[in-house]
């Protein structure tokens, strides 16, 4: 089995940064990519951004291209998202995903393995 455990949520003003990291640890070998996704209450799990395992190629919803940044560290199995300029609506649960086959990176149901999330609130 594949553990993920996300880490650098919290509260912080408008306008202001948070980093997030996830670990993934377990049966670990080289998977197809990882993402990040948000949640809040009573909506749908919505894509933020991904990155194929070598993180050369990154994807971003187009809410917050230009503002956030995933980057992968293969050797220590890490994701993480480098959020900046975050505005209320970026409050949500972010989750972190594994995904092991191909896909759409934008799919949340082609993501194998899940962390618990991490909380980010953004103050007005």
């Known amino acids: 089995q594949v553990q993920l455990v996300e880490s650098g949520g919290g509260l912080v003003q408008a306008g202001g940064s948070l980093r997030l990291s996830c670990a993934a640890s377990?049966?670990?070998?080289?998977?197809?990519?990882m993402g990040w996704f948000r949640q809040t209450p009573g909506k749908e799990r919505e894509f933020v951004s991904a990155s194929n395992w070598s993180g050369g190629i990154t994807y971003y919803a187009d809410s917050v291209k230009g503002r956030f940044t995933i980057s992968i560290d293969n050797a220590k199995n890490t994701v993480n998202l480098q959020m900046n300029s975050l505005k209320p609506e970026d409050t949500a649960v972010y989750y972190c995903?594994?995904?092991?086959?191909?896909?759409?990176?934008?799919?949340?149901?082609?993501?194998?393995?899940w962390g618990r999330g991490t909380p980010v609130t953004v103050s007005s």
């Open positions: 377990g049966r670990t070998f080289s998977y197809f990519g």
């Open positions: 995903a594994i995904k092991r086959y191909s896909g759409s990176y934008y799919d949340n149901g082609k993501y194998d393995y």
